[in-house]
């Protein structure tokens, strides 16, 4: 694998089942892939068109039931007794759901949900729940995310900055790339003045193995544009997810 391409992947752009199939090709001139291929169908090129030639959404689901069945053989379970016999199958699907994200685009949720507005006070949706898996362990974390936005004249639909926590939750993560795929994201599609994400979440990675940590808690959050640089724009979006 190239180092371009390795890159890529570890930004969480790319889907782990097409480099391991060798299906990414290498930019001309030895350039890197784009880490912004999410932002539009346009965008996803060569990868997206190989998404959609793989069969069950890019993942077989054929392939990962096999793989689930020999998890419990190896487990020194029984795949073939009852409450086992369709496990591999269940697992398969519920692994195709939760990585899902990696089927689908921004440009492609918000179609034409951004609106012209005269509006250029903060706004902010907070509270959105998130679930993804921790791409260390593939178990587990979820929490809440706060998204704070100042316009340009642009405005989105709300559900949509809930739609873009969906995207990129719905791949295998870490908090702190999810954190500001999502900032990203939303100045890509925005252009504001500034954006600012916050995400707060347990992982079962620390709660149920490893250090056993019940109460812990992470806090990641990404700021660009004004509420990166005004210290009392950020002091106010701060203030008022709190509240």
Request: net charge neutral; with cysteine.
């Amino acid at each position: 694998m190239d180092t371009p391409t390795l890159q890529c992947y570890q930004n969480g752009d790319l889907h782990p089942n097409l480099l391991l199939k060798g299906l990414i090709d290498r930019p001309a001139d030895g350039a890197s892939p784009s880490s912004n291929h999410w932002l539009s169908s346009d965008k996803r090129g060569r990868g997206r068109e190989i998404g959609e030639q793989e069969a069950d959404k890019t993942v077989p689901l054929r392939a990962l039931e096999s793989a689930y069945g020999t998890i419990l053989r190896e487990l020194g379970e029984d795949p073939a007794r009852e409450g086992l016999l369709l496990t591999p199958r269940r697992a398969a699907k519920a692994m195709q759901f939760l990585t899902k994200g990696y089927q689908e685009t921004v440009g492609e949720i918000l179609n034409d949900a951004v609106f012209d507005e005269d509006h250029d006070e903060m706004v902010i949706v907070k509270d959105i729940d998130v679930f993804s898996l921790c791409e260390h362990h593939l178990v587990p974390f979820f929490g809440k995310v706060h998204i704070g936005y100042l316009p340009r004249k642009k405005v989105v639909g709300l559900s949509k900055l809930a739609r873009i926590v969906e995207i990129f939750s719905r791949r295998l993560q870490v908090q702190e790339r999810l954190t500001k795929q999502i900032a990203l994201a939303i100045t890509e599609a925005l252009k504001p003045a500034g954006v600012a994400v916050v995400i707060e979440a347990s992982h079962m990675c620390m709660i149920m193995r490893g250090v056993q940590k019940m109460n812990s808690k992470t806090i990641t959050s990404a700021m660009l544009g004004s509420l990166r640089e005004d210290p009392k724009t950020r002091e106010e979006f701060l203030a008022l997810i709190k509240n």
